[in-house]
């Protein structure tokens, strides 16, 4: 049985130049930095995740070799100034996982300002997970230069550009839950307007009315 080769570039072979190569790249290949990933689970209530990584680990005789999942990571949730963006990830979706500089668990526990509890650098153990679609979504064409929030096939978003926001709901019922709302513009339904199943758009009638001249009275 021979020997595996050593993880080594040839063209390293002869200088010193090559030498300090090989050992920056030694280096090198035990610090994490970033990754692409996959979600196996999250917990909602407490923002963690865990995934696997996408990107394979070569031995020295190149057998590949799969790095092992990573649990109870935090996401990446936008927000600032008493508001947030937060989506519910499902197992199978995709992101980054990037490591932090220190080890940050002490940080996680308390939230505020801390030391690192051990000398761990670089290590996705400290990793916050970025959730990123990547691929599979659906941008309609006159949403090319829009601001967009939408699931993936683009039936149901919100879509902003410079002039006017666009709700669809594709198909589906758009429900308003609000003690009140105010218009501040007219109004132009295309389709019906009903109020508890009844007509009340421009074909609508009154029972019990005598024809004649007068006008009803007001509206109560």
């Known amino acids: 049985m021979s020997n595996a080769q050593p993880s080594r ?12 190569n090989e050992v920056l790249g030694k280096f090198l290949q035990n610090v994490d930095d970033c990754l692409p990933a996959r979600v196996i689970a999250f917990d909602r209530a407490t923002n963690r995740v865990s995934v696997q990584p996408l990107v394979q680990l070569l031995t020295t005789n190149n057998e590949r070799v799969s790095r092992g999942q990573i649990q109870g990571l935090p996401v990446l949730q936008c927000g600032g100034g008493g508001f947030g963006l937060f989506f519910n990830l499902k197992a199978g979706d995709l ?48 949403d090319a230069e829009n601001a967009v929030l939408q699931n993936l096939d683009g039936s149901v978003k919100v879509s902003l550009s410079e002039t006017s926001i666009k709700l669809a709901v594709g198909g589906n019922n758009f429900v308003l839950d609000a003690s009140g709302l105010t218009i501040n513009c007219n109004v132009n339904i295309v389709g019906t307007l009903q109020n508890n199943g009844v007509n009340v758009g421009s074909t609508h009638t009154h029972g019990g009315v005598t024809t004649g001249t007068s006008n009803t009275g007001a509206p109560t």
């Open 95 to 142: 992101g980054w996982i990037k490591a932090n500089d220190r080890d940050i668990s002490l940080y996680l526990q308390s939230g505020n300002e801390t030391t690192p509890n051990t000398l761990r650098k670089h290590s996705f153990s400290d990793a916050v997970f970025i959730p990123d679609v990547v691929r599979g979504f659906v941008i309609s064409e006159e």
């Open 9 to 20: 570039d040839p063209a390293n072979d002869g200088t010193l130049v090559g030498v300090f």
